[in-house]
């Protein structure tokens, strides 16, 4: 079994600023890339940020500039940083990971529970 748990989203002000968290725990062998993605209410998922096992990035447009994803890889941990929040940006957050159970397999897609992010004034 492989777990995602999420932490830190809640209210904030446009303008504002959050950190989110994720970890990952149970049977990894190797996690090939993290990441987040978001749900607005009536809209698809859509990606936000990824970082790779060798430590490239890929941002939506939308929050490049604005938002920074890093990893603690002893912690099979990801972050996401996100400053000068917008009311577009309100939506629930998704932790993402391809994780490998052992070194022969291939890699599977898990996700968190999710956590709300609302900017609002």
């Known amino acids: 079994q492989v777990h995602l748990v999420e932490s830190g989203g809640g209210l904030v002000q446009p303008g504002g600023s959050l950190r989110l968290s994720c970890a990952a725990s149970g049977s990894i062998f190797s996690i090939d890339a993290m990441g987040w993605y978001r749900q607005a209410q009536g809209k698809q998922r859509e990606l936000v940020a990824l970082?790779?096992?060798?430590?490239?990035?890929n941002y939506a447009d939308s929050v490049k500039d604005r938002f920074t994803i890093s990893e603690d890889n002893a912690k099979n941990t990801v972050y996401l940083q996100m400053n000068s929040l917008k009311s577009e940006d309100t939506a629930v957050y998704y932790c993402?990971?391809?994780?490998?159970?052992?070194?022969?397999?291939?890699?599977?897609?898990?996700w968190g529970q999710g956590t709300q992010v609302t900017v609002s004034s």
């Open positions: 993402n990971a391809l994780i490998r159970r052992t070194s022969g397999a291939l890699p599977s897609n898990y």
């Open positions: 970082i790779f096992s060798g430590g490239s990035t």
